[in-house]
């Protein structure tokens, strides 16, 4: 933490910043001065309707969404060990996305709000049967085969999904527009709804930072040092498959957040996951509202969807880190 | 050379076994149809002693589709052996390393954008697929490239290729966009003597190349150090093998489209079966042959009057496969 706490301010400053450009921008212009008056006293303007009705919702969305991400992403890394785990990878997205086009295509649900009660249903299946596999065997769950048993179960999903938008035009009509992944256009109850499980799910994975650290040091070592293995690992995906399944089922899949997030942490503070966690989920808003902030600002007054510019502005920082050192070891 | 690339009998024993497997779908998937033929009749076709209309079926309707369908998945099956070897990584496939995703943002662009026949999608494709591939290569590059450093940069190109294809299929017509999904499937629907020619020419090509790169590739596996402690150049070697693997992945999207899960699973099926550890390039080849003709007769039986795009089924069937494969493993360490 001492090395590491220059650069939290950085990160706390700039989440601050990216709090306040994301209430203040947007379609249309409002004075900054006039926006932070509205936040504090709304006078019934239309002014005041945009930022309490859209721009404040979508804020707070772009935030529990961020978090969710980056701390899963973490999550699922050190508990595979496995740099390049993310919610993607373990097929956690594409369970969200075969249960939305099923959904929406064999029991023509329309309704955005329930079928977001299919994505994450469809999240929660897709982990727990990507976990069984990983773990099946006597070997148990090794990093390889949770990350094999993962992209074969995404992959199945993915070439279902494709199966059905082929032969029914609507639901491939809806699919494309959920599968850029946007903050805007939801409804105004989504955030309750999915807070109090992006919430549970943030306070059980930072708990874990301890017994993480523990598997870190790799089976035998953890399992010396009194970390309960299948505890941890159980816990962990609950975690897991609570956060990305609320966050893909809220905003639709979110590539590079979740893979990008946890190396940028552990860049920072070294390979204690008690604190790359709470800082991955500081960190991941920053890259999602910053990248919906962009968004709505290249385009006017159209938008780029969120996952769209975080996809295109996080690879390269990405890329960089790859390229300039090693990848901290987890 | 022939002590490095001895053989063990039972990859010999797989390799039969996946031929004469491969050949048996052949001529199954050829008999039958709207118009059914008789294996034993197939057969005869072949050897030229069939009945005129007989032929015309097999030869023209009906062959060029099963060969296409088990060139492309030789290339595939070859281009994700090479590819998982030197990253070192079982997903170091060229459908997660880039490769994939830029020959679909490569064609939704034709299809989308520039509106082009099947011939320039086809070129979309591979200029795509091609140049997503170098760039990640020449990005991972740094004095040298690691496998790790291979598959990371992969990734995140791909992540900017897939939000480029899907700003573009949620900004074109929904006709546009179905027909984008159709080809991002993968399909073998209609395919003539026209495949087969570029795909058997850029076999018979790449094919020696990759046996003579065989050597390398198998001590590259064993590391760096210990391969440049062999005498291999490893640079150049893996430079090498990575242009044999992307050119042929190249030649297969252009014929068929993205078609996922062969090139990742076939090295893994092979390796299964030959319990041999280093990448047995050959039965992988005959296992991605088997894995896309058994799909694609599959695909145009399985759902009655909907004729699906082959991608479905090989991602269907070879994803729940791999999973059913990875539950069952029973040897410790393994996988």
Request: proline content about 5%; hydrophobic content about 55%.
């Amino acid at each position: 933490m001492r090395r590491g706490a220059p650069w939290l301010l950085v990160v706390l400053a700039a989440l601050a910043l990216v709090l306040l450009l994301s209430v203040g921008v947007g379609a249309r212009p409002i004075p900054l001065g006039r926006v932070w008056s509205l936040v504090w006293r709304p006078d019934g303007s239309s002014d005041a309707a945009i930022v309490h009705d859209l721009r404040i919702p979508r804020t707070l969305l772009g935030l529990m969404v961020g978090a969710a991400l980056g701390v899963a992403g973490a999550l699922m890394q050190a508990l595979t060990r496995n740099p390049l785990a993310d919610p993607g990878l373990l097929g956690v997205n594409a369970g969200a996305a075969a249960a939305v086009v099923t959904a929406t295509t064999l029991l023509g649900t329309v309704d955005p709000l329930a079928y977001i009660w299919f994505a994450f249903l469809g999240a929660a299946v897709a982990s727990v049967v990507v976990y069984g596999i990983g773990t099946a065997g006597r070997s148990g769950a090794t990093p390889v085969r949770l990350a094999l048993a993962g992209t074969a179960v995404s992959i199945a999903l993915i070439a279902y999904v494709e199966g059905l938008t082929i032969v029914d035009r609507e639901a491939l009509d809806q699919y494309r527009f959920w599968a850029v992944g946007a903050l805007g256009g939801h409804p105004g109850s989504l955030n309750a709804q999915i807070a109090p499980f992006i919430l549970a799910g943030l306070v059980l994975a930072v708990a874990l930072g301890r017994p993480l650290n523990a598997i870190g040091l790799g089976e035998d070592s953890g399992r010396a040092l009194g970390a309960r293995l299948v505890r941890t690992r159980v816990l962990g995906a609950v975690a897991i498959t609570v956060l990305c399944g609320a966050a893909t089922a809220a905003v639709g899949p979110i590539a590079f957040v979740g893979l990008a997030v946890p190396h940028v942490a552990r860049a920072i503070t070294g390979p204690d996951e008690r604190l790359v966690l709470p800082l991955s989920a500081a960190i991941a808003p920053v890259m999602l509202l910053g990248a919906d902030v962009v968004g709505r600002v290249v385009n006017r007054p159209g938008e780029l969807e969120v996952g769209i510019v975080s996809a295109l502005a996080g690879a390269p920082v990405f890329i960089a880190i790859v390229r300039r050192r090693r990848i901290a070891q987890l | 050379m022939t002590a490095a690339l001895r053989i063990p009998p039972r990859s010999v024993g797989v390799g039969l076994a996946l031929s004469a497997t491969l050949l048996a779908l052949l001529v199954v998937s050829v008999g039958t149809g709207e118009f059914e033929i008789p294996p034993g009749d197939v057969v005869a076709a072949l050897a030229g002693q069939g009945d005129r209309s007989t032929e015309f079926v097999v030869e023209t309707l009906r062959l060029p589709r099963a060969l296409t369908g088990a060139l492309v998945g030789a290339a595939l099956g070859i281009g994700g052996a090479i590819f998982q070897s030197v990253t070192r990584n079982p997903l170091g496939s060229p459908d997660i390393v880039g490769f994939m995703q830029g020959a679909a943002a490569g064609a939704v662009l034709e299809i989308v954008v520039l509106g082009g026949g099947a011939f320039a999608i086809a070129a979309g494709s591979v200029v795509g697929g091609v140049g997503a591939a170098a760039l990640v290569y020449v990005l991972a590059y740094r004095g040298g490239v690691t496998g790790y450093r291979l598959v990371l940069v992969g990734i995140g190109i791909s992540a900017m290729l897939i939000a480029v294809t899907d700003y573009l299929l949620t900004r074109s017509t929904l006709d546009q966009a179905l027909a984008a999904q159709v080809w991002l499937t993968g399909s073998l629907n209609g395919r003539g003597w026209e495949h087969v020619r570029p795909v058997a020419a850029g076999l018979a090509v790449l094919l020696p190349v990759a046996a003579l790169l065989a050597r390398p590739l198998r001590t590259l596996e064993l590391g760096d150090d210990a391969a440049r402690a062999l005498g291999v150049p490893v640079e150049r070697a893996r430079l090498a093998l990575i242009a044999v693997a992307v050119a042929l992945t190249a030649i297969a999207t252009a014929s068929a489209g993205p078609i996922v899960f062969v090139a990742l699973a076939a090295p893994q099926i092979a390796r299964r079966l030959t319990r041999v550890a280093g990448p047995g390039v050959g039965c992988a080849a005959l296992t991605g042959a088997v894995l896309l003709v058994g799909a694609d007769f599959l695909s145009q039986r399985l759902f009655g009057d909907v004729q699906l795009p082959v991608g479905v089924v090989t991602g269907v069937a070879g994803g729940a496969y791999l999973a059913w494969l990875l539950a069952h493993e029973w040897r410790r360490g393994a996988g």
